[in-house]
Each structure stands twice: as C-alpha cells, then as structure tokens.
C-alpha cells in the first residue's frame, strides 16, 4: 500500500522560512503529479502548490506565490516545498498528496489527488 510521508514542519517565526519534505514508498515519485495542501483549524483544506509529472508544470495559489516553491529531488525520491516570508496565517496542517494532476492554470484542489499523508504542523507566531 502506497504510504506517503511529510516532514520538516514545525514552530517559526514571522518572516522566517521552512522548508517541507514529501516521500513515498514504493514508487518513483517523478512519475507522479504532487500537491501540497493546508488545514487551519475550523477551515477546509486548500490547495497550496503542485508540481506535474517530471518536466511539468507547477502551480501556486495565489496567497503563496512568490514565497513559496515546490522542487523535485529526484536522486532523493523527495518533493519539497520551501516556503518563504512565512506570515501567521500559514499556520496550518500541511499535506502532502500524490497520484493526481496537476495543471498549469490553478492551484490544485483536494478532489485532484488520491494518496496522502498524514501531514505536518506547520506554525508561524511571534
């Protein structure tokens, strides 16, 4: 069963950076389309980024563009996503999905992907 793990979450500061690490066993991840998503508390889960198959394009929601940027390493089978100029409200559960599509016009939706991870916490306080 294909298992899906997100790392690198934690407690930073306004302004700071983070950068989160999403692997998968048992298969190539540069033969997949992957998304990020977020949970906030009492919000439902949104689209942050995605990144298509090997060579693809990526797509970023508005709120995090031009601070955020998702990458492959395809030597480390591993999909991160680096974020930048973190603010209060990226505070959240971040996600890692893959088995999905990506398209180079919006930012991905949750009904896109099939497999997730279990997520990471990811808080921005002062």
């Known amino acids: 069963q294909l298992q899906v793990e997100e790392s690198g979450g934690g407690l930073v500061q306004p302004g700071k950076s983070l950068r989160l690490s999403c692997a998968a066993s048992?298969?190539?991840?540069?033969?997949?389309?992957i998304g990020w998503f977020r949970q906030a508390p009492g919000k439902e889960r949104e689209g942050v980024s995605c990144?298509?198959?090997?060579?693809?394009?990526?797509n970023y929601a508005d709120s995090v563009s031009g601070r955020f940027t998702i990458s492959r390493d395809s030597a480390k089978n591993t999909v991160y996503l680096q974020m930048n100029s973190l603010r209060p409200e990226d505070t959240g559960t971040y996600f890692c999905?893959?088995?999905?599509?990506?398209?180079?016009?919006?930012?991905?939706?949750?009904?896109?992907?099939?497999?997730w991870g279990q997520g990471t916490q990811v808080t921005v306080s002062s």
């Open positions: 999905a893959v088995d999905g599509s990506c398209t180079g016009w919006r930012a991905p939706l949750p009904s896109d992907f099939k497999s």
């Open positions: 048992g298969l190539n991840l540069d033969y997949y389309a």
């Open positions: 990144i298509a198959v090997r060579g693809g394009p990526t």
